[in-house]
């Protein structure tokens, strides 16, 4: 089904049509109405995607001419929202697959004698649906759309032999189909599918498939996962997920980086029961954090307290150094893995000189993030491992610093290093919450880390 989407921010048509396409939608986009307009003499789109207001006169006229062009064209309206509002976006995209899903009338037929069939999954589940069409064995392309997007499963010969929805396909997609308790489906006959995927009889499909429906449900409900939820991976040592398979490495892997659920099933190349099968063991190991979308990028300060910190970092620059200013954090190997995940995680963080190419997690010391404060003023940030082996090449690591932030108790070596240079010693727990010294700092959590950002730059150029 072909969705019409007119917006004159290009970011946020960029954002709308991707996610449009994440989920199995056709589109034509554009910034100004005439494209629209022209193509409307030749199609009739399912859905028409609006601005809910237009700027000036030009952009109300363009908006009148593209509804006359399309007057009985049902229309999502789409407020005010920046292209990078990843939440507002996708709450318009749900509107257009609701829009879309009842465009269907449930009692819709096509004329007598064609073969095709149109209905709602509400009064007949897609199992029913599938075991008619293999008792006529039927030949041909079985249409879904569901609030979760649109798929297509083809038959040959009343057998299942492939299908897609959003971004799986195969026997992955047939079995998130036969999860869908509610949507629109159109069976239109056709010649036999040159691609064959899945090769099971549809016997085996509807019972294996309704099986791992019910597991898919359960592995959910035990993760405890809602939409405003995403999983970031925080482990530790990544070899615990060793003894638990190839499928929970990948998932580890994969969630170095929170992510949100849905899209970490879509990317990897296992059915969802397996991947929900690793989360949850890796859930039982303490492994998984759970953050919500919102705090998913942090930023270390309002446009106002931006302003403050670029001009304290720009004035503790050592003399003699040109470049960035460089702060140095210190702890032990598991704070240290800890923090550079949430490092890469801040709004304002870039990755550093030694992030990319051949990763190790082990590394003792790494430039792991450039942070830009704006107007040419940029913070780089060191990661060290306290180790009493990198004693003799401290002085080199921390020499012209601003200075040297530690998340743990440091080494004596470390700190009679510090006290020789006379450089700057800041206790991460002392700007996060000075009242709870004694609890365990936190270093995964991106938050976290932008107020030890914050409160040292701060402490410091008080200083």
Do not use: W
């Not at 007119?6 to 109405?33: N, Q």
């Not at 229309?75 to 920046?82: A, D, F, H, I, Q």
């Amino acid at each position: 089904m072909q969705v019409f989407v007119l917006h004159p921010d290009l970011d946020v048509l960029a954002a709308l049509v991707g996610r449009m396409r994440d989920r199995g939608l056709s589109t034509l986009h554009a910034a100004e109405a005439a494209p629209l307009v022209e193509r409307a003499s030749k199609e009739r789109p399912a859905v028409l995607v609006l601005p809910e207001s237009a700027e000036d006169v030009s952009t109300a006229a363009e908006l009148a001419a593209l509804r006359s062009a399309l007057p009985d064209v049902p229309e999502v309206l789409v407020p005010p929202l920046r292209g990078d509002d990843d939440v507002a976006c996708a709450k318009v995209v749900d509107v257009v697959m609701s829009a879309l899903v009842a465009s269907q009338a449930a009692d819709e037929r096509a004329p007598h004698g064609t073969g095709e069939v149109r209905g709602d999954l509400a009064q007949i589940p897609l199992p029913d649906l599938l075991q008619l069409l293999s008792m006529g064995r039927k030949t041909g392309t079985l249409t879904v759309s569901t609030s979760g997007g649109a798929g297509e499963l083809h038959l040959a010969e009343g057998e299942v032999v492939d299908a897609m929805y959003r971004r799986a396909d195969g026997m992955k997609a047939v079995v998130r189909l036969l999860g869908e308790p509610e949507g629109a489906f159109h069976f239109a006959p056709d010649a036999t599918p040159g691609l064959r995927r899945i090769f099971e009889p549809i016997s085996s499909i509807l019972m294996e498939g309704t099986r791992q429906v019910d597991e898919i449900k359960r592995r959910r409900e035990a993760l405890g996962m809602i939409a405003a939820q995403t999983i970031a991976f925080q482990i530790d040592d990544p070899a615990l997920a060793e003894p638990l398979g190839p499928t929970a490495r990948d998932v580890a892997r994969s969630l170095g980086s929170a992510r949100p659920l849905d899209d970490l099933l879509d990317d990897l190349p296992y059915g969802d029961l397996a991947l929900l099968d690793a989360l949850v063991a890796l859930d039982a190991t303490g492994a998984l954090r759970r953050l919500p979308i919102g705090e998913l990028r942090p930023s270390l300060a309002g446009p106002e307290g931006m302003v403050v910190l670029r001009g304290l970092a720009r004035r503790m620059r050592p003399r003699g150094y040109r470049g960035p200013g460089r702060l140095v954090l210190v702890g032990a190997m598991r704070s240290i893995r800890l923090v550079r995940q949430a490092l890469s995680r801040l709004a304002e963080s870039m990755p550093g000189a030694d992030v990319g190419g051949e990763l190790t997690v082990d590394r003792l010391v790494e430039s792991t993030a450039m942070i830009l404060l704006g107007e040419a003023v940029s913070l780089d940030v060191v990661t060290v491992v306290d180790r009493e082996e990198l004693a003799p090449a401290l002085p080199m690591i921390v020499n012209g610093a601003i200075g040297v932030v530690v998340l743990d108790r440091p080494s004596q070596s470390l700190a009679s290093i510090l006290e020789e240079l006379e450089i700057a010693l800041v206790d991460a727990r002392s700007v996060v919450d000075p009242m709870e010294f004694e609890e365990p700092l936190d270093a995964g959590d991106p938050a976290t880390v932008a107020a030890i950002l914050r409160g040292a730059i701060e402490g410091m150029g008080e200083a």
